[in-house]
């Protein structure tokens, strides 16, 4: 009975603080002055910081009929409501953000503050209800108003800024132990809250950097000059280190309800219900169905996993005012740094990073973080082309690429181009055929063994291309495709036997695919059909001169024409490039030499053509032959093809392309809507779906199966494939 009325005393003393906070007098008013002191933030502020975590998780819950108390939950959804309504007037929010200046300055100032666990733990939940209060106004409050909730009397916003500061010099200062983890944390978190502004805004509105606390953080008025270096290297190294919350790592999440904690806890555990809102749909459009977590499992993104997704947020604005993005672009590998100490905000060990991004290869995160540091940072480009071990991020990122391809197409874009801007790079291309790998399990139906890195891309690029054939209109992904093998295909050595039967076997399905456009049934021996070239485009831009076909048909039978183009030139670049070195992509056209050998694309591709012309009939010359040595297996053929590789095959020359990545106008409209997802999935916070405006939250899947043909899928059969031996 003793402890129910003393728990019973504490939920009340909790709840009258918090509807002081709220309501509609100054909590500094007269009449408040014998309950507003010291103890007052005592008693608002001494709850368990384990509850934060149970807030968080809490709206992850399925599980109704064990969570939190309702009534609980109504009063502090009442509570929020009050405080949008009224604070404008009271200006108690102040006093909260003042609060937390003061404890800031404290733990900055004296180092002996770190390790006191009761001011840990006021600093720490005032952070805490700070980020609730300033999420709710972003999510509730109209957007002019916003910032009446952060000026002081004399109408500055000083405070606000004072607050912005302490936070960025408290996570680059203060050590990182079982002490400040959860601080840390917190602060990233509240960091999310201030920025989320953004995602309340449309596109329009976030460009235009309406909000004083987002330019403050990002604009033309950004505070962050300074410091925007040392934080870019603080949450950078939080990624590399990957600390693990030292307080949740070796345990279970229990649910509140089976804690014996006293009723203040419950209660303040209880607050994230009305915070937290789930949004499923938008996030469809990149992940799927996002599971959801059951009561009482735990799941924790940890210090580091946060800190890349704050980074993701400052970085991914290119403007020219940015500090965070020039700090980016400038960071310097501390082993050729000499002079400059490793306490310097601009160095950082490029191995440490490199290695973390590749052992984090997993998702969207560690993807967005490496495409920026490729784009924006040459001396880092530099270094991961220099890695003669460059598997070890190239094998992640395949496996991703190729389990994700139907599910993510944003992540899909982004692995692509990072492969892409790397392919720029002779090294490169000329490293990723000498890496051979063992015991490629996940592509489905075979295990790969012996195979170059270099033939890997070729097989998974062929794959993911057969896969997404039947969208054709989205001609951005097979040409960026294509281009990136085209930039590798001049250094292709010792292809594997299954890469090259992928490559012949696309160019066969874009040629049925063009002679179904055509009305014309495939055939291998082929049709003659007369095609001319629009000449006004450099010989790329194909037209059909068949009236009967329409808009959309000519259009798409140009598109198929520009897609069998760039094959050819791949085909072209691989036979010029090393002629005698790759006998099983010679095995593999010879196999299919009438694909090749038809005249209905000849009009079109005539120099192209005839060079793999010129490669099957010096090959045909020794198989077709009547002797004693005409080869029966394919292992036969095989030696029979690698013995005339060592005679001259007199081949064209043609222009072999390099193709270069280059940035679109205006990245920011793919960029910060994706990022902003990638932040809501993977952080603790849920946003209310009902309010985003920065993009639909009505965004479904396309359907799988929508285009002309269907999905393509993995032909299972051997990689050996017998050839006809004609003998006269």
Known sequence: ATQTTRATILMQSFQQNIQFLVGTQPIDS??????????????????????????DHSFKSSDEKNSPSNDTKIFFQSAIRQFVKNNKKTKNFLHLLKLQKDLLEQTLSDSKWIHDVAHNRMLLNVIFLNRLFIKSLMENEEKNDIPLHFQSLDQNFDLLSQIILLIIEYITKQPIDNE????????????FSFLSCQLYSSMEESQNGSFIFYDMFLGDKSICNEVGPSLVKRLLINFINNRKDPKF???????????????????????AFFIFLPWNTAKNLIWGDKPVLEYGSYTETNLGENSILLLLLLIHRNDIHNPFR????????????????EQSPQIISFKNLFNSIASQMKDDRAVLLLYFLLQNNSEFLSYVLSRTDIDTLLLPMLELLHTTVEKKPQLTYMILICIFMMSQDSFF???????VVDGITWLPGRMITNISIGSLIVVVFMKIMQIN???IRDMYLHTNYLATLANIAPHIAGIHPHASIRLVKLYELLCKRYMKILGVPFQKNGIPIQIVVDSGNNGTNFVLENNNLTAEQSQELAIYLELLHMMLKIFNSILL???????????????????FTSSYLSSQFGPLLNNIKSAIQHYEKVLMTP???TPSTSNQILEMITKQSKQPLVLEPCEINKFKYEVEQNPEEFFTPYVWVVVDYFSSIEFDSSKIKLFSHDMELEDENEGDGGTETEDSSSDEVAIEINSG
């Open 627 to 629: 002797s004693d040595e």
């Open 30 to 55: 007269p009449q408040f002055s014998q309950i507003f002191s010291d103890y007052f933030w005592e008693k608002t502020l001494n709850f368990d910081s384990n509850t934060i975590r149970e807030y």
């Open 326 to 341: 020039r700090a980016l672009c400038t960071l310097s590998d501390l082993s050729l740094s000499s002079g400059k100490t």
């Open 180 to 191: 400040t983890y959860a601080v840390h944390s917190e602060i990233i978190n509240q960091m």
């Open 577 to 595: 490039g090393n002629p005698t070195r790759n006998p099983h992509l010679i095995y593999a056209i010879l196999h299919q030499r009438e694909l």
């Open 249 to 271: 790592e070796q345990q279970r999440f229990i649910p509140l309800y089976d804690r014996k904690k006293s009723l203040i806890n419950r209660v303040s555990s209880a607050a």
């Open 469 to 471: 054939i039947s969208r």
């Open 429 to 435: 291309n000329q490293n990723i055929q000498e890496l």
